[in-house]
């Protein structure tokens, strides 16, 4: 039978769950686009707002090609979006997993550290084991059932994988460290625990669940979850490699910041292939809100100062992590402030680094990268114009 005679399939409801272990690739329809969580959304109406605001309004999805309805979304070839499909690349060579990191050493540092500096590190792990769940549910849910693009949904497919793998490690993490029960209890609940981490859950949520929010301001709000709400945690393990300390967190977090910074540049990515964006201004409005929170978590709720980093500072790099991707999105710099850690100069937070040319720990996977490069080795490269 001829495909382009059959009717479209109906997309069915799916539970979390099962839409977990049974994506579908159906073309949503409006019934099916409306976005529910299982999760309460316990969020202020300031947030409530911000997310469920719209500046395009009448916004015909049909319209971008990025969602628009595709008979050939089966098969990956021919290559049409060759930008997306090299990001996908990227992606895979990049595959790591869990056992690969050595905590052997971490457990008896671990012990050394102060009371101020467990707390720090145990709530940081708890946020971020808590954001990967929702990040990936969003993926689930909404940018997986979509985006119509094949090479997008490869992508997309791929990164739930690697954040169940983050989440993975951050909850072995947590339980090689934390060895009473009801701590690691608290800790793996920190959404309906901790007020810190559930503020920031709930402005996630509360743009994954808008019904009014369209897939650009959505793109831009998540893209601020990977890049802005992870940045500053990710600044304080690194600070604490600088001290030489937890060698197996610190070489997780360098795996972990080098795939959100591929992450946050596939969001800039798919951004820039749509026709309908959100207005300058809007764009604006949905970083700097999250750049408020990441800044009362780091330095009132959870302050960083516990580890011996200074807080205003801190502040400062959340800026400037917020300019860059502000930038990423064709937008001018709105904080125009310079890095003020030193030690993150040379980290890989953005995923276009080199990191895919030599892997932290030498993990790349040989020869993937071939295919989209013509056999060519990507060229190190550290002189990003920020």
Known sequence: MDSAAMPPRTPTKMTPSKALSSLTFNSPTKESMARKSPFKVRTPSKVVKIAEQT????????????????????????IKYHDI???????????????????????????SLNKDEQ???????????????????????NFSQEVQVTE?????????????????????LIDTYIKDAAQRTYLFNAIDTMPCVRKKADWALSWMSSTNATYGERIVAFASVEGIFFSGSFASIFWLKKRGLMPGLTFSNELISRDEGLHCDFACLMFSHLVNKPSQERILEIITD???IEQEFLTEALP????????????????????????????EKFYKVENPFDFMENISLEGKTNFFEKRVGEYAKTGVMNSVTGGSQFEFTTDSDF
């Open 85 to 111: 499909w090299k990001m996908y690349k990227k992606a895979v060579a990049s595959f790591w997993t869990t056992e690969e990191v050595d905590l052997s050493k971490d457990v008896q540092q671990w012990e």
């Open 55 to 78: 500046t395009l309004d009448n916004f015909d999805e049909q319209e971008e090609p990025l969602l628009r309805d595709n008979p050939g979304r089966f098969v990956i070839f021919p």
């Open 304 to 331: 960083c100062n516990l580890i011996g980093m200074n807080c205003t500072l801190m502040k400062r790099y959340i800026e400037y992590v917020a300019d860059r991707l502000l930038k990423e999105l064709s937008c």
């Open 119 to 141: 707390y720090f590190i145990s709530h940081v792990l708890a946020f971020f084991a808590a954001s990967d769940g929702i990040v990936n549910e969003n993926l689930v849910e």
């Open 152 to 172: 997008a949904r490869f992508f997309y497919g791929f990164q739930i994988a690697i954040e169940n793998i983050h989440s993975e490690m951050y909850s072995l």
């Open 290 to 292: 999250a750049v408020r």
